[in-house]
């Protein structure tokens, strides 16, 4: 397994990155101030992660997807040990993310990671994507942001 920077967003990239958000625009948008990383076992992109800088100190977590062969098998938790270790050593202090406050499994990932709850966006969801979405039988609504001390 090996994890890499992306250079060029693939079609293959946004197969994955459409499976964490499905707004190919808010995706595009983010990409241009973003950074990737790619996880692959020989030649086969098993899930990437996306960062955007907020300022000197803080990143943010953008998009996190895994191919669903390669779900609940420890790699999104490679991954963001992967890019917590990389933006410390690049003086980042603090990594925040989004997630909506109907994704339990991802809810549970990103505690298990030592990020804590700070906000409600309420109607995120909502304001900012044409369809309803709808996880665990709930509609998504509100967007719930957790961070995490980068610091040691």
């Not at 803080?58 to 938790?77: M, R, S, T, W």
């Amino acid at each position: 397994m090996k994890i890499a920077r992306i250079k060029k967003y693939e079609q293959a990239h946004f197969q994955l990155l459409l499976l964490a958000d499905p707004n190919r625009h808010l995706i595009e948008q983010y990409l241009k101030s973003s950074f990737g990383f790619e996880m692959l076992e020989g030649e086969n992109l098993i899930g990437l992660i996306v960062l955007t800088p907020i300022d000197q100190f803080k990143i943010e977590l953008k998009n996190l997807a895994i191919d669903p062969k390669y779900q609940h098998q420890g790699y999104a938790q490679k991954l963001i040990h992967f890019v917590t270790e990389y933006a410390a050593q690049r003086n980042y202090h603090e990594m925040v993310v989004g997630t909506g406050t109907t994704s339990f499994v991802q809810l549970y990932l990103y505690q298990k990671m030592n990020f804590r709850c700070f906000a409600v966006k309420t109607d995120f969801f909502i304001d900012n994507y044409s369809k309803p979405i709808f996880e665990n039988g709930l509609q998504l609504r509100d967007m719930l942001l957790l961070h995490k001390n980068l610091l040691k």
